[in-house]
Each structure stands twice: as structure tokens, then as C-alpha cells.
């Protein structure tokens, strides 16, 4: 199974601020068609999950272009420009490009 | 509006069985894949089973294989989890979610179901 590792696993921020969130893959999540197999999600307080980031830098519908995704291969990251009240929750990145779909632990964002 | 909305959660004894049912509707059910993620309480995502959407693929984690069958009906546009001989450490939310593909991001979750599993 490939393992996704977050860090931090909690990260305090100050509102207007930015913020940075690190997944990394055990194994390259880089398929031969150019496209990394990463999604990020956020799970707001007491909500469902939803889709932030798909295939590692694309905006899924609706989310504020403050979020951002990059990276490739092995390593991730998940930016918040600037940070506001409503970004608090649990962000969590997961591996699509192999049975079983893993994610990773989890980075709880909280406000200063 | 385009939702899923599950079911069949509950108060289960160690070694009892559950249905899930996961109502999907303001969509073409039949166009997507289908996911089971689970939650246990205080913890992370964990993907249980998805299927194609046609019902002809389907896979599990290792953690339930054998103990529990992920079927869909696209005539009624509904999702289903079998869950048998269930243990402590299957207790959990339970939520169903799409993707349009069996490596797309999961762009639409539902609420959840909770199942507690407790003599």
C-alpha cells in the first residue's frame, strides 16, 4: 500500500496570514500520462469532507483560488494564501493512483 | 440538488450484520464510480470500497474483505454496503462519495452514517 504522510500534523494560524500543509507519498504518484494521482480535502467542523485540490494542483469547483496545490511525484503541498476564519478543519491529501486509495493523517488548521 | 444521502446506520452487536444505503440524486448515478469512506470517531479517512459504474468493478480494503460486499442498483440510483461479522474497530461514520473515474478526487460526499458496533 502506498503510505501518505501529512506534517504538521497540527498548524495554528493567524487570520490574513499564510499557510503551508506537506504530503508525502510513498511511492511516486506520477503516472506515464503526465498526471499525479493527489487529491486534497478539507472536513470543516462537524461537516463531510470536501474536495479542495485534484491531481495536485487543480481547484475543484467553488473553492477560492486563496487554496493552492503543487508539487510532483513523491512530494505535495497544500497553500493557503491568506488565511480566514472559515479555512479551520482537517486537511487531508490521498493517493489515487493505486488500490487500495490511501490517505494521509490529517492537518488539523486551527486560528490563533 | 445534487446529493448523496445515506442510511442503515445503527446500534449493531460484535458479529452482527448492517446495510448502508446511499441515495444519490441531481446527477446521472449510473455516469460515476462510487466510494465507501469511513471515519472512526477522533480518527482519519479511511477508503473501504469503491465500484465502477456500471457494478462489474469492484474493490475492497484489505481490512473488510470478506466481511462485506459493496453493490449499487443505477435503476434506483442507490448505493449499498453489506456489512457482516462486524467488529469493534469497524465502528465508524460511514459516508458514500463519487468521482467520475476510479482515480478522480471524490467531488461529492454525503452526510454519513454511523454505525456503533457494542454488545
Known amino acids: 500500500d502506498i503510505v501518505m504522510t501529512q506534517s504538521p500534523l497540527s498548524l495554528p494560524v493567524t487570520p490574513g496570514e499564510p499557510a503551508s500543509i506537506s504530503c508525502r507519498s510513498s511511492q511516486s504518484l506520477l503516472y506515464s500520462n503526465g498526471r499525479n494521482y493527489l487529491h486534497w480535502y478539507l472536513q470543516k467542523p462537524g461537516q463531510s469532507p470536501q474536495l479542495l485540490i485534484y491531481l495536485g494542483s487543480n481547484r475543484a469547483s467553488g473553492v477560492p483560488d486563496r487554496f493552492s496545490g503543487s508539487g510532483s511525484g513523491t512530494d505535495f503541498t497544500l497553500k493557503i494564501s491568506r488565511v480566514e476564519a472559515d479555512d479551520v478543519g482537517l486537511y487531508y491529501c490521498?493517493?489515487?493512483?493505486?488500490?487500495?486509495?490511501?490517505f494521509g493523517g490529517g492537518t488539523k488548521v486551527e486560528i490563533k | 440538488d445534487v446529493q448523496l444521502v445515506e442510511s442503515g446506520g445503527g446500534l449493531v452487536q460484535p458479529g452482527g450484520s448492517l446495510r448502508l444505503s446511499c441515495a444519490a440524486s441531481?446527477?446521472?448515478?449510473?455516469?460515476?464510480?462510487m466510494h465507501w469512506v469511513r471515519q472512526a470517531p477522533g480518527k482519519g479517512l479511511v477508503w473501504v470500497s469503491g465500484i465502477n459504474s456500471d457494478g462489474r468493478s469492484i474493490f475492497y480494503a484489505d481490512s473488510v474483505k470478506g466481511r462485506i460486499i459493496i453493490s449499487r442498483d443505477n435503476a434506483k440510483n442507490t448505493l449499498f454496503l453489506q456489512m457482516n461479522s462486524l467488529r469493534a474497530e469497524d465502528m465508524a461514520m460511514y459516508y458514500c462519495?463519487?468521482?467520475?473515474?476510479?482515480?478522480?478526487?471524490?467531488?461529492?460526499w454525503g452526510q454519513g452514517t454511523l454505525v456503533t458496533v457494542s454488545s
Open positions: 462519495a463519487r468521482s467520475e473515474y476510479s482515480n478522480s478526487g471524490f467531488d461529492l
Open positions: 441531481g446527477f446521472t448515478f449510473s455516469a460515476y464510480w
Open positions: 490521498m493517493q489515487a493512483l493505486q488500490i487500495p486509495l490511501t
